[in-house]
């Protein structure tokens, strides 16, 4: 149960549009299309951003867009704004066995 | 207003334990299947435990396989997770989290602070 990879931070200016990767296995995010994303802010609850690699919760801006390949997945925010800047963290459904996991999380900043 | 409130945290010497309890309103709670996650001080999200909707199947990750249990009562609303032989990396916010679909976390409870010390 190896938790998936994310870059430590990525950064862009106001306006501009940053991705961020998660990469797992065939065995999580390469063998099924449950890869979730969430945002957190400091010192609150995390909030979900994106499920099914591409879906949108209600009240979510499409901003925010998902996509896999192979056994990375990725998160796009476009039109960076002043609020995107917190963390956020991808997450696979990983089999009967494995169940979830999660990413070691992203710190994105605008500058 | 759907909501998740959890309690039960507290300091606990290692070895000890403790019971997390979540009380769940706002939706049909028998209906999802629930989990608990947790996140150490400054450090990233962990996936703890999880229990499908009926309560029939549980899972663990490797790091608390052994010592924590999970359960849950619908007839209550409320999802629990006993933890025994608490170690120092077991000190973390724990949060009650509900699976909307396929491993993806719709609502969250504010956590419940278990802190491990001598």
């Known amino acids: 149960q190896s938790a998936l990879t994310q870059p430590r931070s990525v950064s862009g200016s106001p306006g501009q549009s940053v991705t961020i990767s998660c990469t797992g296995t065939s065995s999580d995010v390469g063998g099924f299309n449950y890869v979730s994303w969430y945002q957190q802010h400091p010192g609150k609850a995390p909030k979900l951003m994106i499920y099914?690699?591409?879906k949108w919760p209600s009240g979510v801006p499409d901003r925010f867009s998902g996509s896999k390949s192979g056994n990375t997945a990725s998160l796009t925010i476009s039109g960076l704004r002043a609020e995107d800047e917190a963390d956020y963290y991808c997450?696979?459904?990983?089999?009967?066995?494995?169940?979830?996991?999660f990413g070691t999380g992203t710190k994105v900043t605008v500058l | 207003e759907v909501q998740l409130v959890e309690s039960g945290g507290g300091l606990v010497q290692p070895g000890g334990s403790l019971r997390l309890s979540c009380a769940a309103s706002?939706?049909?709670?028998?209906?999802?299947?629930m989990n608990w996650v947790r996140q150490a001080p400054g450090k990233g999200l962990e996936w703890v435990s999880g229990?499908?909707?009926?309560?029939?199947?549980?899972y663990y990750a490797d790091s608390v396989k052994g010592r924590f249990a999970i359960s849950r009562d619908n007839s209550k609303s409320m999802l629990y997770l006993q933890m025994n032989s608490l170690r120092a990396e077991d000190m973390a916010l724990y949060y009650c989290a509900k699976d909307q679909v396929h491993a993806s976390f719709d609502v969250w409870g504010q956590g419940t602070m278990v802190s491990v010390s001598s």
């Open positions: 099914d690699v591409s």
């Open positions: 997450c696979s459904y990983g089999g009967s066995y494995t169940f979830r996991v």
């Open positions: 706002g939706f049909t709670f028998s209906s999802h299947d």
């Open positions: 229990i499908t909707a009926s309560g029939g199947s549980t």
